[in-house]
């Protein structure tokens, strides 16, 4: 997907999903369910178990116009395998090696950034939106001061967003935000999905404009 549609779509869903998990059908059940819950951005951490898998089966079962990324990408060979088993965009914990190959595959690139040296640096290695990450470190106050000299840059904070934090995220102007530990739970790890759904309607509801 292009990234100005990406970031289109982005910027109107406003929560990216993230997913890390430890079993591989929990974590595709888990994906599955975010989709079919409407939330219509997710993504699948590598560190998951048998991730690349799991990303090869959502994409099978979603189609290819579902939003499925692939995260914690840290090698160029890391962002080759996410693309070939599927994923439509990646994320980086910081300015990685994967950065520059997300390019050259011309796959959207969320990079991640904490300083405004860093978020400089990843705008100059051509991040498509920067993740600021831990978002926790700062919280909505820091972003709030960190955005004011980068206003035309896509920002989507990462770590520790919950849906109070998520409405004062959104209300300094971010993109969207990107939900972890308070939407998937332990989903992924073999939780309740009914329990994830209903999470997944409280963040859309958060969410929406």
Not at 62 to 74: E, F, I, K, M
Request: with cysteine.
């Amino acid at each position: 997907m292009p990234t100005p549609q990406l970031l289109s779509e982005l910027g109107r869903e406003r929560l990216l999903a993230i997913v890390r998990g430890t079993d591989t059908q929990a974590t595709l059940d888990t994906v599955l369910t975010l989709f079919h819950s409407g939330v219509d951005i997710v993504e699948v951490s590598l560190t998951s178990t048998d991730a690349l898998t799991v990303i090869e089966k959502a994409r099978a079962a979603l189609g290819p116009d579902a939003l499925l990324g692939a995260g914690t990408l840290l090698t160029a060979r890391q962002a080759r395998s996410a693309a070939q088993a599927g994923a439509c965009f990646g994320v980086t914990p910081g300015i990685t090696a994967a950065v520059a190959e997300c390019r050259a595959l011309d796959l959207p690139v969320f990079t991640g950034a904490l300083t405004p040296t860093e978020v400089a640096a990843a705008v100059d290695e051509g991040a498509s939106a920067v993740k600021l990450f831990p978002a926790s470190v700062g919280g909505p106050q820091y972003f709030k001061a960190l955005r004011d000299p980068f206003p035309d840059i896509p920002f989507v904070p990462v770590g520790g967003v919950d849906a109070e934090a998520a409405r004062d995220y959104l209300a300094a102007g971010a993109l969207a935000v990107g939900v972890g530990g308070p939407l998937v739970g332990d989903a992924a790890r073999g939780g309740s999905l009914d329990a994830l759904a209903e999470r997944a309607a409280r963040f859309r509801e958060v969410t929406s404009r």
